[in-house]
């Protein structure tokens, strides 16, 4: 996926994807605005995970008369044409506009969650058949899923012996 400009003062959208994101709202029954569509930039823009707190602060410094609400109803008008997915938690929910197959780290600590690169194709082979099995038994198929590790992020990451040599 192209990421945008990261400066919150390029928020915009190159042409090929304005036409996607208008496509996909009218699909989910939504109109395109120019703050639905800066909210879209700014999330394609960052590898982060942020709340809604922080996608208005950002999107906030290019279209200054949005209001916190306005930025909720596009994240959830985002989520609803699957150009975006909301990560709930114990805390504010978080927004990811990558919306491909992957797995996530997230620090109980922080609420911070990471992309983790590993390739997520792999995790229904490495299922026990008997799972699997046992799901079809209950007529439940499997057709996708997440994955998300808690834990958490050292403060400071310290290096391995092998990479002070």
Excluded: W
Aim: with cysteine; charged share 25%.
């Amino acid at each position: 996926m192209k990421r945008a400009g990261s400066s919150a003062s390029s928020l915009t959208l190159p042409p090929e994807d304005e036409a996607v994101l208008r496509h996909a709202l009218e699909q989910a029954g939504c109109r395109f605005t120019r703050q639905r569509a800066a909210v879209f930039a700014y999330l394609r823009s960052v590898r982060s995970h942020p709340t809604a707190d922080e996608v208005y602060t950002a999107v906030r410094t290019v279209v200054p008369s949005i209001s916190l609400a306005t930025v909720y109803k596009s994240l959830e008008a985002l989520v609803a044409c699957r150009l975006a997915a909301k990560l709930p938690g114990d805390g504010p929910a978080r927004y990811d506009c990558r919306t491909d197959n992957h797995f996530h780290l997230r620090c109980l600590r922080t609420g911070q969650i990471r992309d983790l690169d590993a390739p997520p194709g792999s995790l229904l082979d490495k299922l026990d058949p008997e799972v699997l099995e046992d799901l079809r038994r209950q007529g439940f198929h499997v057709t996708d899923y997440r994955l998300e590790l808690l834990g958490y992020f050292d403060p400071a990451p310290t290096p391995s012996p092998a990479s002070a040599r």
